[in-house]
């Protein structure tokens, strides 16, 4: 029973290798499920080009991408199809782990030239603007002309506003609420600002009965409300946290402008680049991110634990999959000093619409051991995490 699952595995894994052409030879196969039809036509989009590659030596010719349905993606045509361009990035984001997106990519961008759909202004000045596409053109900013860079420029910095637009409510409602509070005279007893109260309710004191009527309480804010805190927001830069990108770099230009905040953006791959100043501008700051390379989590963190100047009142969120790829004893001890200052460590294994996560579960167990908190959230639970630590509770 044991020996026909093996063979089972073995014939899905050299179907999936040799394409929708093998699907006839190798019959005995059991048929392929949603999801490996999904990676059948990812995989058939891009390396059906190389037996045209091989035939014509300077260009793979372009196709139009359907996915799914475990038939070939191939199609004739001519034109960008750059929408199923962008398409076929987000299956293959969502379909294939980290090491094999990375290559998918390198191959679809040098080998076969892929990079020529996102090349034409008017293609991006025609098309719908998304995160995925925002997430394609980071992936090949470095490659663009000047003129196709100014319309990408305007592209994501609409797909900025739209994000912006549907976060910055809520954000502000969560964590400028004790501050709107304590201005409407909401409070606590041992806060009232006596001699504030006594002026303003002088003109409704009872003579006869010798009664005072308090008419409106003010209160002061304590030490607590009036302190700023400080949020970090320490962000992996590899190419599988396209969309994470995306979302920390919009809600760092959101939380820059919250009074009760001091926000800091960091972008990290084996170095680290402090990204605050850019965050009055997300588009350019998402256009110049260095996507790729390593992964020094351990200097990130390194890094803050150096510029905290009140840790019991500082937030970090690391945002990445935990994949280190310099020293794990580095990033466990850096998250033990930090956790030990006083702040608040939330580790976010993703920070984008799904929240479905791929990380390092070994490193995370051990990071929880030391008192981070790890997690999955869309953008709204981080709003509504932060609110919660800000008023010196943990997340449970």
């Not at 409510?169 to 509070?181: D, E, F």
């Not at 770099?249 to 680290?272: K, Q």
């Not at 803050?304 to 794990?328: C, F, K, M, N």
């Amino acid at each position: 029973m044991q020996e026909q699952a093996i063979d089972a595995a073995t014939l899905r894994r050299w179907r999936l290798i040799l394409g929708p052409e093998a699907a006839q030879p190798l019959a005995a196969a059991q048929p392929l499920d949603d999801a490996d039809a999904r990676r059948d036509a990812a995989l058939d989009y891009l390396y059906q080009r190389e037996h045209r590659l091989r035939e014509q030596p300077d260009g793979a010719g372009t196709d139009a991408w359907q996915g799914g349905g475990g038939q070939s993606a191939r199609q004739g045509g001519s034109g960008v199809p750059e929408p199923q361009a962008v398409h076929w990035l987000g299956e293959v984001r969502d379909l294939f782990p980290r090491s094999a997106v990375e290559t998918l990519q390198r191959d679809a961008l040098s080998r076969y030239g892929l990079h020529g759909l996102l090349s034409d202004p008017q293609v991006l000045a025609e098309a719908t603007p998304s995160i995925e596409l925002v997430a394609a053109l980071m992936a090949v900013r470095t490659s663009l002309p000047p003129e196709v860079l100014a319309e990408a420029r305007r592209l994501v910095a609409r797909v900025v506003a739209d994000l912006q637009a549907r976060l910055s409510s809520r954000v502000h409602s969560a964590l400028g609420r004790r501050r709107r509070r304590s201005s409407r005279g909401q409070g606590q007893m041992s806060d009232l600002d006596w001699p504030r109260t006594l002026r303003h309710n002088l003109r409704h004191y009872q003579s006869e009965e010798q009664v005072l009527v308090l008419e409106r309480l003010f209160f002061r804010e304590n030490e607590a409300q009036r302190l700023t805190w400080d949020l970090w927001l320490v962000v992996d830069q590899s190419g599988s946290m396209h969309e994470s990108v995306i979302h920390s770099a919009v809600m760092g230009s959101i939380f820059a402008r919250v009074r009760a905040l001091r926000t800091h953006v960091l972008l990290f791959s084996d170095a680290v680049a402090d990204v605050t100043g850019q965050l009055h501008a997300p588009e350019e700051l998402l256009l110049g991110a260095q996507l790729g390379g390593g992964t020094n989590i351990g200097a990130a963190l390194a890094h803050v634990a150096g510029q905290l100047a009140a840790p019991r009142r500082s937030v970090i969120v690391l945002i990445t999959d935990l994949y280190e790829g310099h020293d794990e004893a580095r990033v466990i001890a850096e998250t033990e000093r930090l956790v030990a200052s006083g702040a608040r460590v939330l580790v976010l294994a993703a920070l984008d619409r799904r929240a479905h996560p791929d990380y390092d579960r070994d490193l995370a167990a051990q990071l929880v051991a030391r008192g981070a908190q790890v997690a999955a959230m869309t953008p709204d639970h981080l709003v509504d995490w932060l609110a919660r630590a800000m008023q010196g509770s943990r997340p449970s």
